[in-house]
């Protein structure tokens, strides 16, 4: 074997062991910026509410899997994937956006495409999905979505694009390296969230034989610092992950493949060693569809889900205070088995308000705001 030969072996070595051993991070860095939201002071301003499509007319034929963030103005930002049906070749990343005083949203403009990520990335990709938007306290937005180069969704890698300019322009797309085999069936869905050091804890679940969550620890450059199982055992995906104090959090699942067909979730014992958290139903219905979980400014939970063991035909909002026992407070949609309300991403601003998008019988993108008073208001 020529030197050469022997350098890249070498260097091949050392790439595998640094994904099977990702470089360490310090645990009292990895504390979460904001676990504990501070109530509001009461107000005798009557509840709000906002719905609204994001785009009334047009656009593409279906679309899914929307996601929010916030700048630091208090422009929204909102994203999801569209196309002639999930996973055709044409499906596109979009990209909205509402300024705090602005009465509607802006045109959609793509901001992912497949060729573009081809040839980003150099390598064929099939389908694009599972878009995620994060504004970081530096005022850099991520955008994660999922990319498919072979077979289907469980076959998946993530890759990454970023924008210093409030989303007008991005970086080219980078493939997150996540195992050092083939580099496969991880997904992105949930809500990231960012550590006191700036690293960014993003939610994420494999596929491919087996199903559970994850969460990948990201410096502020974006490159994987470490992987981390969210579920003891098989049988959850899509994890929301929610801050109980600097270290600890609860993670909350969509069930797939699980015993009961509940939402699921794991009190995980901190950010860097979280596969201990053993899995456990909640008094929700679950039949197998993607769920968001926050923290609620008065330290309990609030809840987006399809409340039925079958069907995607409701979606309701659900308050608790341990994370364990839910009630239903208000019934977003409710239509024939036909519709589909599905695959909530929910957000709180910096103004208190709770932002939502969803997708409604995936043909257009719905948007919601409210408040705590909206909440608490009897229906």
Same mark, same amino acid.
């Given at each position: 074997m020529s030197f050469v030969s022997r350098i890249s072996v070498f260097l091949w070595i050392l790439a595998v062991l640094s994904l099977l051993f990702p470089r360490s991070a310090e645990s009292n860095a990895l504390r979460f910026a904001e676990y504990q939201l501070q109530p509001l002071p009461a107000s005798s301003v009557p509840s709000t509410l906002r719905t609204e499509f994001i785009q009334e007319t047009g656009g593409p034929q279906s679309v899914h899997s929307g996601t929010l963030t916030q700048l630091r103005d208090g422009t929204m930002l909102a994203a999801w994937f569209g @196309?002639? #049906? %999930?996973g055709a070749k044409d499906v596109n990343i979009y990209l909205s956006r509402r300024q705090s005083d602005a009465a509607e949203w802006s045109a959609p403009t793509v901001i +992912?495409? #497949? +060729?573009?990520t081809s040839a980003d990335l150099n390598r064929y990709v099939a389908k694009l999905g599972n878009p995620v938007l994060f504004a970081d306290s530096r005022g850099r937005v991520w955008l994660y979505y999922v990319t498919v180069s072979f077979g289907g969704w469980s076959g998946s890698s993530i890759s990454v694009r970023y924008s210093d300019d409030g989303g007008d322009s991005w970086s080219a797309a980078t493939r997150l390296t996540t195992s050092p085999f083939l580099n496969v069936s991880t997904l992105?869905? @949930? $809500?990231? $969230? %960012?550590? %006191?050091? @700036?690293?960014? $804890? $993003?939610?994420?679940?494999? %596929? *491919?034989? #087996?199903k559970f969550g994850e969460a990948l620890i990201l410096d502020v450059d974006g490159q994987l610092v470490s992987k981390v199982r969210t579920t003891a055992s098989d049988g959850a995906i899509q994890p929301w992950i929610v801050p109980l104090d600097p270290v600890r959090s609860q +993670? *909350?699942?969509r069930q797939s493949g699980y015993t009961e067909k509940v939402v699921i979730t794991s009190v995980l014992p901190d950010i860097l060693h979280s596969s201990s958290g053993a899995l456990e139903p909640t008094t929700v219905p679950n039949p197998n569809s993607s769920v968001a979980v926050i923290r609620r400014d008065n330290g309990g939970f609030l809840m987006v889900c399809n409340p039925t063991e079958a069907g995607r035909n409701q979606l309701a909002i659900l308050t608790s205070e341990d994370g364990k026992s839910w009630k239903t407070v208000r019934e977003i949609e409710h239509s024939t088995e036909s519709g589909e309300f599905s695959y909530p991403y929910l957000l709180r601003g910096t103004d208190g308000q709770y932002h939502l998008i969803y997708t409604w019988n995936r043909s257009r993108m719905r948007y919601m705001s409210f408040d705590e008073q909206w909440l608490e208001d009897t229906p």
């Amino acid at each position: 074997m020529s030197f050469v030969s022997r350098i890249s072996v070498f260097l091949w070595i050392l790439a595998v062991l640094s994904l099977l051993f990702p470089r360490s991070a310090e645990s009292n860095a990895l504390r979460f910026a904001e676990y504990q939201l501070q109530p509001l002071p009461a107000s005798s301003v009557p509840s709000t509410l906002r719905t609204e499509f994001i785009q009334e007319t047009g656009g593409p034929q279906s679309v899914h899997s929307g996601t929010l963030t916030q700048l630091r103005d208090g422009t929204m930002l909102a994203a999801w994937f569209g @196309g002639t #049906r %999930e996973g055709a070749k044409d499906v596109n990343i979009y990209l909205s956006r509402r300024q705090s005083d602005a009465a509607e949203w802006s045109a959609p403009t793509v901001i +992912a495409s #497949r +060729a573009q990520t081809s040839a980003d990335l150099n390598r064929y990709v099939a389908k694009l999905g599972n878009p995620v938007l994060f504004a970081d306290s530096r005022g850099r937005v991520w955008l994660y979505y999922v990319t498919v180069s072979f077979g289907g969704w469980s076959g998946s890698s993530i890759s990454v694009r970023y924008s210093d300019d409030g989303g007008d322009s991005w970086s080219a797309a980078t493939r997150l390296t996540t195992s050092p085999f083939l580099n496969v069936s991880t997904l992105v869905k @949930g $809500l990231p $969230l %960012e550590c %006191e050091s @700036g690293h960014i $804890l $993003l939610p994420v679940y494999h %596929e *491919f034989v #087996r199903k559970f969550g994850e969460a990948l620890i990201l410096d502020v450059d974006g490159q994987l610092v470490s992987k981390v199982r969210t579920t003891a055992s098989d049988g959850a995906i899509q994890p929301w992950i929610v801050p109980l104090d600097p270290v600890r959090s609860q +993670a *909350f699942y969509r069930q797939s493949g699980y015993t009961e067909k509940v939402v699921i979730t794991s009190v995980l014992p901190d950010i860097l060693h979280s596969s201990s958290g053993a899995l456990e139903p909640t008094t929700v219905p679950n039949p197998n569809s993607s769920v968001a979980v926050i923290r609620r400014d008065n330290g309990g939970f609030l809840m987006v889900c399809n409340p039925t063991e079958a069907g995607r035909n409701q979606l309701a909002i659900l308050t608790s205070e341990d994370g364990k026992s839910w009630k239903t407070v208000r019934e977003i949609e409710h239509s024939t088995e036909s519709g589909e309300f599905s695959y909530p991403y929910l957000l709180r601003g910096t103004d208190g308000q709770y932002h939502l998008i969803y997708t409604w019988n995936r043909s257009r993108m719905r948007y919601m705001s409210f408040d705590e008073q909206w909440l608490e208001d009897t229906p």
